[in-house]
């Protein structure tokens, strides 16, 4: 068993009132992830005790991803623990900072706490693609950063 953090940052040419209310939406969340595809099952909202409830569509293979946003602090962070995740994870914690860089900018951070079957190297490519592919979807939406 493999424990790790992982770390990503995104900065986003919007203010922190535009960037906070579309992380608010699980659709938003599916919507800028390419792959794997997502389909959201459980609550559409974000707010705390909210069901994170996932359908991963890998193309050959579906699988599915249970997990409850366990704390929120208005225009700072939300929180999303894994309850019955998918291989190779064991656990999953996945913090979603922001921070206001000024008024047209704000600094997203995502960090990962995991426990995985895989060791670190090869689960952190994977988060790292999944990742960058977000940041790749949020500048369709919001424009280059």
Same mark, same amino acid.
């Given at each position: ?38 389909? $959201? ?70 960090? $990962? ?9 090869? $689960? ?22």
């Amino acid at each position: 068993m493999f424990k790790h953090t992982f770390y990503y940052k995104t900065d986003i040419p919007q203010p922190l009132e535009t960037i906070w209310p579309f992380f608010q939406t699980n659709e938003n969340l599916a919507a800028i992830t390419g792959f794997p595809k997502i389909k $959201v099952l459980g609550d559409k909202e974000v707010f705390k005790g909210s069901a994170v409830h996932l359908e991963l569509n890998f193309f050959i293979v579906k699988l599915n991803w249970k997990g409850e946003i366990t704390e929120t602090a208005d225009r700072k962070y939300f929180i999303d623990e894994g309850l019955k995740i998918p291989f190779p994870f064991k656990s999953w914690r996945h913090v979603h900072a922001f921070k206001r860089l000024n008024s047209n900018g704000t600094r997203m951070i995502d960090r $990962v706490e995991y426990t995985s079957f895989l060791p670190p190297f090869i $689960v952190n490519l994977l988060l790292k693609g999944m990742f960058a592919d977000r940041k790749r979807h949020l500048k369709k939406t919001f424009g280059s950063f």
